[in-house]
C-alpha cells in the first residue's frame, strides 16, 4: 500500500474521507462538500446515529457529480481530545473499513481543527503512520485467499493544505513502521522457519540499514562461559546464536551506548518440564522481545537517530530430548554464578541471564532494559493491557512510563523489592531459576536483577501484550510489535542528541 500527500485543492479520487466533530460538527472540507451536495451530509447525519463523536463511521454513496466513488464520514470526537493518538486511531479506523471493502484508492481530507494542540501537518502525519500500521497482514502463507477478502486499497492519498510538511514528518514515522512491521513479521512466523540461525540471518539483512551485526555461535559462547543459555538450547538440533547490533547514530562515536536485551526462545515447549498442549502453538513467539529489539534497531537506522545503540538478543529452541537439560542440573552462567534449573520451563530468565551480563561487561551501556515474554504470571497480573515494567532506577522508570503513555504501549510498574529474593534461594547453587507461584513476574525479575550491576536497568515483561487475540486501534490481531514504538520514543526524549 502506498501512501502520498497531496494539496488539498488536488481532485480527490476512490474513497474521501471527511472528519466531523462531536455534534455533527463538518469539517471545513465536510461543509463544502455539504454545500456542493444540496445537504446530503447534514441529512445523512440526522438520518443516523452518527454525532461525530469518537470512532463512529458512517458510510454514504458519493451522488452524481462529484469525482469520489464513496464518502466515509469519520467522528473525532471534540476538538480538545485530538491528539496523536487519536489522529493515528483515526488512520487506523479507515483502514478497518475500507481496506478490504472494494476501493482502491482512499483518499483521506486533514482539515486543520480549531481548538486542537496539533497542527494539520502533524495531525496528517500520524494519521497516515496509524493506516500504514493497521494496514499491516502476514499473508505470505495464504495460497487460496480469495481475491474478494484480499485488500482492495492501493493507494491511500492523505489531502491538506501543507502536504509538504505532513510527507517529512511521515518520512520518520514511515521508519517506525518498518521497525514494527519487521518485528511482527518474526513473531508471526512459525518455529520451524524461524529458528536461531535464520532469525539470526533475518537480523543481519540490518546491515543494509546501516546497522554492525554480529553472530555469536555455541563455540564462541562457551568460550565466554554462557553455561545459563547453552543449557537452555541443549536439548534442540538447532544451533543457539547470540546476535550483537550496533547502530553508532551520535556524533560522539565513544558516548555510551543505550543496550535492549531480548529474549529469543525461538520455539519454548517447556523443555523436560514440557508444557501442556493446548496452546503451545503459541510459544512460537516466545522470541517476541528479541523481534522487537531487533525491529527497534531497524527503526533506529532508518530514522537516522543520533545516539549510539546496542541491540543483544540471545536465541534458543527450548526442546525436550536425550540431550536436553534435566530439573535439578546445575549450570554456571558467564557472571560466574550457578543456577539450580529446577524447572525447564524457566528459560527465558536463564538465556537472559547471559544475555545481560554479556551486554553490561562489553559495552557499559548508560541505560539497560531488556524485553521478554518471560512470565505467564504477568498476564494473570495484568492482562493484555499493560506491561510489566520492573526498574533498578526511578529516572529511567519514569521516562520508559512515559514515553509508553506517549505511543500508547502502556506499562505498570511491579516492586523489585529485596525480601521477594529469599524465593529464589538453592540448597545446592547461588540460586535457582523458579520462586514458587507467588509473585512469579517478581522473583523471575529478581532471578535478572542478580545479572545487572550498577547498571541504569529496566526490565519489560511482555508476555501479555505480544500477540492480540483481537484487533486494536492500529495493530491488527496477531503480533503486536509492542515496545518498538516505545523504545524508539524513548530514545528519541531521552537518548538522542537534537
Ligand atoms: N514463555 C513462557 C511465558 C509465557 C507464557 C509467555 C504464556 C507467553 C504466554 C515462559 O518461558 C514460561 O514458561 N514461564 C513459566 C515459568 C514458571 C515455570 C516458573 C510460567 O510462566 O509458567
Ligand atoms: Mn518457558
Ligand atoms: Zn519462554
Known sequence: MKISFAKASQPAEGALVISVLEGRKPSPTARQLDEKTDGLITRAMAASRFEGKKDQTLLLVAPNGLEVQRLLLVG?????????QAAEGWGGMVMAQLQAAGDEVVTIAVDAIEGCSLAADHLA?????????????????RTKEKTEEKPSVGKVVIMLDEHSAAKRRFSVLDGIAEGVFMTRDLAS???NVIYPESLAERAKSLADSGVDVEILGEKQMRKLGMGALLGVGQGSERESQLVVMRWMGAEDENAAPVAFVGKGVTFDSGGISIKPAANMEDMKWDMGGAAVVIGVMKA????????????????????????????????????GQTIEVINTDAEGRLVLADALWY??????????IDLATLTGAIIISLGDRYAGLFANDE???????????EVGELLWRMPLDDPYDKQIKSDIADMKNTGGREGGSITAAMFLKRFVKDTKWAHLDIAGVTWAK??????????????VRLLDRLVAETYEQK
Open 125 to 141: 502525519a500520524h494519521v497516515a503512520f496509524g493506516a500504514r500500521l493497521r494496514s499491516y497482514r502476514f499473508d505470505k502463507y
Open 189 to 191: 512466523e512459525p518455529a
Open 300 to 335: 533506529l537506522a532508518l530514522r537516522n537517530a543520533k545516539v549510539n545503540a546496542v541491540g543483544v538478543v540471545g536465541l534458543v529452541e527450548n526442546m525436550p530430548s536425550g540431550s536436553a537439560q534435566r530439573p535439578g542440573d546445575v549450570v554456571t552462567s558467564m557472571s
Open 470 to 483: 483481537k484487533d486494536g486501534s492500529v495493530t491488527p490481531k496477531g503480533a503486536t510489535a509492542f515496545g
Open 395 to 405: 529516572d529511567l522508570a519514569a521516562r520508559l512510563m512515559a514515553a509508553g503513555k
Open 359 to 368: 551486554t553490561q561487561d562489553r559495552f557499559k551501556p548508560q541505560a539497560m
Open 76 to 84: 473525532l470526537g471534540k476538538p480538545e481530545d485530538v491528539d496523536v
